[in-house]
Every structure is written in structure tokens, then in C-alpha cells.
């Protein structure tokens, strides 16, 4: 298992960091997502974003360690941080007071006045975390509350990272069976590990009673995350995820064409599809958009 453990998060994390690269592409200016529709692409390379940069040190972490030691993580997190790669302004402050020696702790209880960050940034970065724990929900609920602590204190932030986890991990166990989940089983199934008091348990719940509309519906609904929030960004990608679970592409289209936080949309879901369809088959990560995509850094694969 620890072989199929690393193969599975590999392919989340190829499904999330070409949603960022390719995602991000649609924030520049005169750029339409009918041109993704109709199969005319960006020139590359597509540069990948922090929600790729993150996504791989918490690869890194599960790979030499096993498990999420969230000392470990917030150092890593810090030390790679290229401000450059588009950053929340809550994340480079809390990253900027970790580097310089300020316990995790406190540099992420101080963001925004105190009351911790509730963007949508540990959600973004934990789709690989879910599909390396495909055979515990309860065990990736646990681990991406860790991964999501060392920056996000509040607790929306918290959830948001839950959700996707719960939904990855879900979705790659589908993959090992050889089944495909029911949407609104899926996500029954993420609400269930989240506090029923808290604002994406609800928009969970919307999500799945809105199972059966269009994606732009859904996303009016739900937010596209022009709000940069786990919130206004987790229910929408959970929906598109659970809706399109076995097309790659289809998903990744539903998420451009939404708006919004599109490189974390496209992450997210990106993530949580490829840990069940993989790379290269029927309906997953297709090679060509893979290559287009800047390669990931060297220190991921270098032996430690
Ligand atoms: O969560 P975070 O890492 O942001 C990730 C996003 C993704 O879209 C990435 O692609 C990148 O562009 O940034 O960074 P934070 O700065 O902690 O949070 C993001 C935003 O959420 C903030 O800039 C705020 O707009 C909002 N936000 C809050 N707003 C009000 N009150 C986060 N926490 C709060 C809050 O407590
Ligand atoms: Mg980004
Ligand atoms: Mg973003």
C-alpha cells in the first residue's frame, strides 16, 4: 500500500497542478474561456500558482514522513514560499512571520485582526493529502486539519480542507474499487465530516441539493470563489467534482467557465478528479495539457 499510497497522491497532484497552471491562464486579460471549449489553448508554458507550490511540499511531507507534522509543514510552507506565484496577502504575512521565527501557532491565530484566515488556500493544497489516505475518511479528515492549521485558524478554513480531503479520498477509493460514486453519496459522505454549525456543511448540503442543475447555476449559487474564501469556493468545486468525476477535462472546462478564483477552482477540482481517473487514460489529466504545464519543482522528486 505505501507504493499505491505515493502513486495516488501523485496523480491528485498532477490533476491540481495543471487546474492552477491552466486555470491561471484565464486571469489574463482578453483571454475567453470559449476558446478552452474550443480546444484552442494557451501557448505554454502554463506557470503554476501557490496552490501548487503548497500542494507539493504537503506531497513532500507525506512522502518522506508518512504523515502531516505540522512543525515540519509550516517550515516548509515558508522556506519555499515564492511570493511571486500570486499568494493571498493573509499567507505571505503569516509565511513572512514563520520564517523569521514565529511559532506557527501564533503567526496564523494573528491573520485578519485575530480571527485566523478562512481563505480558501488550505482547501487548495490538500486534494493529494485525501487521495494518499483512500483508505480512511476519518484519517484524512485528521490529517488535512493539520495541514490546514499551520496557516488557517478559522475554522471555515479548517473546513474547507476537510471537505476536500474527505471528497479525495473518496474518490481514489472509488478509483482501487473499481466503482464510481453516486454524486449525492459523495457528498452526503463530505458533509458528514464537517460541524453542521458551520458555513460549508451548509453549502455542502446546497451542493447536493442542487445536483441535476447546470454548472452555472450551481456556481451562482454556491460562489466561484471571487471571494478567495472556503466558503464562497469549496461547495461549488465539491459540486463540479462530484458531477464530473470520471472527464478530467470536462471539469476543469465547468471550472473556467464558472469565473472567479479560477486557478484555485480549477486546483481543487482538478485534485480530486485525477485521483480518480488518473493521467493519460480515458477521461483523465491529458498528456498534452500535462506537458504544457511548467514543470513541477525539482526539489519534489529529488531524494532527500
Ligand atoms: O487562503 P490563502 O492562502 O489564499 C489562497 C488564494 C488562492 O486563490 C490562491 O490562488 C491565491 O490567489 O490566494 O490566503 P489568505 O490571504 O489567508 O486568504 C485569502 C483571502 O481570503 C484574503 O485575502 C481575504 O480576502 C479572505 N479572508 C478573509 N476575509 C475576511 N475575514 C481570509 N480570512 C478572512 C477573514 O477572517
Ligand atoms: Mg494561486
Ligand atoms: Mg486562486
Do not use: K
Not at 491562464?25 to 501557490?50: I, N
Amino acid at each position: 500500500f505505501p507504493d499505491t499510497r505515493l502513486a495516488l497522491a501523485r496523480d491528485a497532484l498532477a490533476g491540481l497542478s495543471v487546474g492552477d497552471a491552466l486555470g491561471s491562464q484565464f486571469f489574463v486579460p482578453g483571454r475567453h474561456p470559449d476558446d478552452l471549449a474550443a480546444g484552442r489553448l494557451p501557448a505554454p508554458p502554463w506557470e503554476w500558482t501557490d496552490d501548487t507550490e503548497m500542494a507539493c511540499s504537503v506531497v513532500a511531507e507525506l512522502a518522506a514522513a508518512g504523515r502531516i507534522d505540522r512543525d515540519r509543514l509550516a517550515l516548509a510552507f515558508a522556506q519555499r514560499c515564492e511570493p511571486y506565484r500570486g499568494y493571498g496577502p493573509g499567507a505571505v504575512t503569516i509565511l513572512r512571520l514563520i520564517r523569521t521565527g514565529t511559532p506557527w501557532p501564533v503567526a496564523a491565530a494573528s491573520a485578519f485582526d485575530g480571527q485566523g484566515s478562512c481563505g480558501n488556500g488550505a482547501a487548495m493544497r490538500v486534494a493529494p493529502l485525501g487521495a494518499w489516505h483512500a483508505d480512511s475518511t476519518r484519517r484524512a479528515a485528521e490529517q488535512a486539519r493539520a495541514s490546514a492549521e499551520v496557516t488557517h485558524a478559522h475554522p471555515e478554513g479548517v473546513a474547507g480542507a476537510v471537505a476536500v480531503a474527505v471528497a479525495a479520498s473518496l474518490a481514489a477509493r472509488a478509483r482501487l474499487d473499481g466503482g464510481r460514486p453516486e454524486p449525492a453519496r459523495l457528498l452526503t459522505a463530505v458533509a458528514g465530516a464537517l460541524d453542521p454549525a458551520g458555513e460549508v456543511y451548509r453549502g455542502v448540503r446546497r451542493a447536493a441539493a442542487l445536483l441535476g442543475h447546470s454548472a452555472a447555476e450551481a456556481a451562482d449559487s454556491l460562489g466561484n470563489g471571487s471571494r478567495v474564501t472556503a466558503q464562497d469556493t469549496v461547495p461549488f468545486t465539491l459540486w463540479v467534482a462530484a458531477t464530473l468525476l470520471h472527464d478530467y477535462p470536462a471539469a476543469i472546462r465547468a471550472c473556467v467557465e464558472a469565473g472567479g478564483d479560477v486557478d484555485t477552482t480549477a486546483a481543487i477540482v482538478g485534485g480530486i478528479v485525477a485521483a480518480y481517473t488518473g493521467v493519460g487514460g480515458p477521461g483523465g489529466v491529458l498528456e498534452g495539457w500535462l506537458t504544457a504545464r511548467e514543470p513541477l519543482p525539482a526539489w519534489l522528486t529529488a531524494p532527500t
